[in-house]
């Protein structure tokens, strides 16, 4: 709001001087000088004719120098001088009314000469209207985009020149409503980002503002981008099930050393036949991996089997894996049924959630990778199979050994190579390369153009944690991109829980802290909590599970709490 003070700064050849009455004879009449008499702390505005003794004494009153324009118009309406002073009550200047029109009127034309210059100084199109719905500005960019000149627009009713119902700025004229980002067909050739605010006195709205961008061009290149990627994922498709796809990694996404570190592992261990156990959290993708090593060491035409473990009910375990005979069971198939391990036989047989495995499987399984030889159920002849085993878990497999929950000598047959999958929020750099994948891939899906990721949304997604990994990702893209509008993704269809696990930023300290060195506290507090993290993390040798489990706290929340506080063990 603009104040008193701030007409006084533009008064520096103004000068005022505060003098006793029985100094005011003294003056010179020709100083160009404002007196004021201070008399018995009353202060009164002193005009002086051209004799000493010609003096006029015009009431005063002070004000401070924060006040708002509208209580020093307020003002002077019954006093024809204002005496303006500080917060330590020293005086800085005054204002009369004459000096205050003249003030005014100069700021009006100097805003307006600053505006002017700003609208035809910008490329982009920019058009306001007043409360009437008239055009009182109309930049080169919108002549440009819209072919009707200055001259031709401005002072006339808008709704002269377009269709109402594609009027966005009507609405927001009408409504108060803003605008940000908003992709809009203007008209048939024509599709334009918009951004639209209304302005606004003492709350009542007297005009709208409207920016517009051509991204026509952008529009129809994005199409067509849209249109050659799903060219290129059916291709992709196309070449992964005749055999020629020449890239086992083609699937995983990211180049952070994290990621890349994991891929090099995954191309050593693939050159052999040894049982291999990736380790993971539940959604950073644990099968694309099995699914890489699977089409290095593998030929072209050889089985991928996958089973999750957890998916399969503790009775239907042995048939599923091992399949069975005819007339084995009641209710059981009359030709009987293949099992997962002879559908994988000179391929790879994918054990996901192995940590989910029964006990009494275990056993069974053990001797299958001991053996290669298995019967089938209800079958009395033994079959000899081939294949290679991959296993994976997002479960502490050593701590279900010491609980016995997992048998320690089928951890060991399968525990011959190990590889961990990082979560994704240990390869944050890869978080927007991902992002932008999946929103091909679900615009794709979904027959929806998306122009890209919007700077804030980009910035949210980096600030995640993640609990969910890539597959979380994948469902909030799909997310955006389902309740996207007009080829824009916004930022309130994020999913809630993203909000509320996000840092918080410029977080305002509350009353009760008044006068508390807040910095200094949470240093305080943040070495506490180090300490005890690092007490509990040796006392569970390292293992996080554990020390999460201890402190009564998710896994992913401990991760969260050791980033933060640069704990690297």
């Not at 000493?52 to 004494?57: E, F, I, S, V």
């Not at 994988?344 to 940590?355: H, S, V, Y």
């Not at 890539?470 to 916004?490: A, K, Q, T, Y």
Request: overall charge negative; hydrophobic content about 35%.
């Amino acid at each position: 709001m603009q104040t008193a003070q701030f007409i006084i700064n533009k008064l520096v050849s103004n000068r005022f001087e505060i003098v006793p009455p029985e100094e005011i004879h003294e003056r010179d009449p020709s100083d160009k000088i404002q007196y004021f008499l201070n008399d018995n702390e009353k202060l009164y505005a002193v005009r002086r004719g051209r004799r000493k003794d010609d003096l006029h004494y015009f009431s005063t009153q002070i004000v401070r120098e924060n006040c708002p324009l509208k209580t020093a118009l307020d003002y002077l309406e019954e006093y024809e001088y204002l005496l303006v002073r500080d917060e330590n009550k020293v005086f800085t200047g005054y204002l009369s009314r004459d000096i205050l029109i003249q003030q005014l009127a100069y700021q009006l034309e100097s805003t307006n000469a600053y505006l002017n210059t700003i609208l035809e100084t910008i490329n982009e199109s920019c058009t306001v209207i007043d409360e009437n719905q008239s055009v009182i500005y109309w930049t080169k960019g919108a002549e440009d985009i819209f072919s009707f000149s200055k001259e031709e627009i401005i002072g006339k009713p808008i709704t002269e020149f377009f269709n109402v119902n594609n009027l966005k700025i009507l609405q927001t004229l009408e409504h108060g409503k803003s605008v940000y980002q908003h992709q809009h067909k203007a008209r048939e050739d024509l599709v334009v980002m918009i951004n639209s605010n209304p302005v606004k006195i003492n709350d009542k709205i007297i005009g709208a503002v409207v920016s517009e961008m051509n991204v026509t061009k952008m529009h129809r290149l994005n199409e067509e981008l849209l249109q050659t990627s799903e060219k290129l994922v059916n291709l992709e498709k196309q070449m992964q099930a005749n055999g020629l796809g020449h890239d086992p990694f083609i699937l995983i996404r990211g180049n952070s050393p994290e990621i890349k570190n994991v891929l090099s592992n995954v191309r050593k261990v693939a050159e052999t036949q040894a049982n291999i156990l990736i380790y993971g959290e539940s959604g950073v993708g644990k099968e694309l991996f099995a699914r890489a090593v699977h089409a290095i060491r593998e030929q072209s035409d050889a089985p991928f089997v996958a089973i999750n473990c957890g998916a399969i009910p503790n009775g239907l375990f042995e048939s599923e894996i091992f399949g069975y005979e005819k007339g084995a069971f009641s209710g059981a198939s009359q030709k009987g049924k293949k099992g997962k391990v002879e559908l994988a036989r000179g391929g790879t047989l994918f054990l996901d959630e192995i940590g989910e495995m029964p006990l009494d499987m275990q056993v069974k399984l053990l001797r299958l990778l001991q053996e290669k030889t298995y019967y089938p159920v209800g079958g009395t002849k033994e079959i000899e199979v081939e294949f290679n085993l991959v296993a994976a878990t997002n479960r502490d497999l050593i701590e279900l050994v010491k609980e016995k929950r997992f048998r320690e000598d089928l951890y060991y047959r399968l525990n011959v190579v190990n590889l961990t999958v990082p979560p994704l929020r240990e390869r944050g750099q890869d978080i927007l390369e991902l992002s932008n994948y999946f929103l091909y891939e679900k615009s794709i899906k979904y027959n929806r153009p998306i122009q890209g990721i919007p700077t804030e949304i980009a910035d949210i997604l980096l600030q995640y944690s993640w609990p969910g990994n890539v597959r979380e990702l994948s469902n909030v893209i799909e997310r955006l991109v389902i309740f996207s509008n007009e080829g824009v993704i916004n930022k309130k269809d994020l999913p809630p829980e993203i909000f509320t696990l996000i840092p918080e930023k410029n977080s305002k300290p509350s009353a009760s802290s008044e006068g508390l060195s807040t910095s200094h506290l949470n240093e305080q507090l943040e070495q506490v909590e180090r300490d005890i993290l690092l007490e509990q993390l040796k006392l569970a040798n390292g293992n996080k599970q554990v020390c999460a489990k201890n402190l009564g706290v998710t896994r992913s929340t401990l991760y969260n709490r050791l980033k933060k506080l640069n704990i690297d063990v």
